[in-house]
């Protein structure tokens, strides 16, 4: 089968077939931004994209993604490396702490402001729900989302 990874298509050979789409990013495409947390679909540490919608890779079979293009954390930025709006509002907020749960973090908001532009902070925290942070870092996550967002200068 045919990955489609951040734009790059990978030929996924039979013996991954059976693996997890977090599996194979991290283990086989040397894709580690995306974080192994629970492995059972509770944490969101392994979330990424696919088709346009936030995902457990943990949870997700490889072989259910032919044909539904994946985005990681690491195909987040432009052109250039330009970072994704999302990402310079995670670092002008100084979110991040032991950072383990982050890209989960990222790539759930950024498919949150797809479907609502200007969350409040109720939106925010139903969105993020399943993306736990052990550090306690909800605040600024808030206030990241609502600076990607456009509310916050
Ligand atoms: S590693 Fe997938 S939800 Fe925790
Ligand atoms: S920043 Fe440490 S788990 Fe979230």
Do not use: F
């Not at 298509?9 to 039979?14: D, Q, S």
């Amino acid at each position: 089968m045919l990955l489609n990874v951040n734009g790059v298509v990978a030929e996924i050979p039979r013996a991954w077939q059976e693996e997890s789409l977090l599996s194979v990013l991290r283990e086989h495409l040397g894709l580690v931004g995306t974080k192994y947390g629970c492995g059972v679909g509770v944490c969101g540490a392994c979330t990424v994209h696919v088709g346009g919608e936030a995902r457990r890779s943990c949870l997700t079979p490889v072989a259910a993604c032919a044909g539904a293009p994946v985005v990681t954390i690491e195909g987040l930025a432009g052109p250039g490396g330009a970072l994704h709006p999302v990402q310079a509002a995670w670092l002008a907020e100084a979110v991040p702490q032991c950072g383990y749960c982050q890209a989960g973090q990222i790539m759930s908001t950024v498919a949150l402001l797809r479907r609502n532009p200007a969350p409040d902070d109720a939106a925010i925290d139903a969105a993020l729900a399943g993306n736990l942070c052990r550090c306690g870092t909800h605040q600024r996550i808030r206030r990241a989302v609502r600076r990607a967002a456009g509310e916050r200068p």
